[in-house]
């Protein structure tokens, strides 16, 4: 998720509503339409969020390893960023709670 923010510059409920079909192999593309918040899935916050963008071949590459590595049965309905536990994108709150801040302070950043 921080490297498709880093790389994108989407908003926080845009990564989470990313789903796998999002993702245009072929055209190297991310179709960003639609967002996660407060548990469920809605539009973009606004519709010149909603578009398609060009993924750079490394940030395709660590997409198609994140694919491989974490799509499981649990996560049918192909949520880019599930939690592993639920099958369901992650709370922001708790993404910051349980990695962010500790990550932070580890580095001395506060």
């Known amino acids: 998720m921080c490297v498709i923010a880093m790389c994108m510059g989407l908003r926080i409920s845009e990564i989470l509503g990313l789903k796998w079909r999002a993702v245009d192999w072929h055209r190297t593309q991310l179709e960003i339409r639609q967002s996660y918040v407060y548990g469920k899935p809605g539009d973009v ?3 010149a969020s909603q578009k398609s963008m060009p993924l750079h071949a490394s ?3 660590i997409l ?3 694919q491989l590595k974490y799509l499981s049965p649990l996560n049918g309905e192909g949520w ?9 994108p ?4 708790k993404i910051q709670e349980n990695w ?5 302070k580890k580095v001395g950043l506060g």
Do not use: I
């Open 59 to 61: 940030l395709a590459e």
């Open 45 to 47: 916050k606004t519709l």
């Open 90 to 93: 992650f709370w922001p709150n």
């Open 80 to 88: 880019v960023s599930a939690n592993p536990n639920t099958g369901k």
């Open 64 to 66: 198609r390893q994140h």
């Open 100 to 104: 962010l801040v500790p990550a932070a």
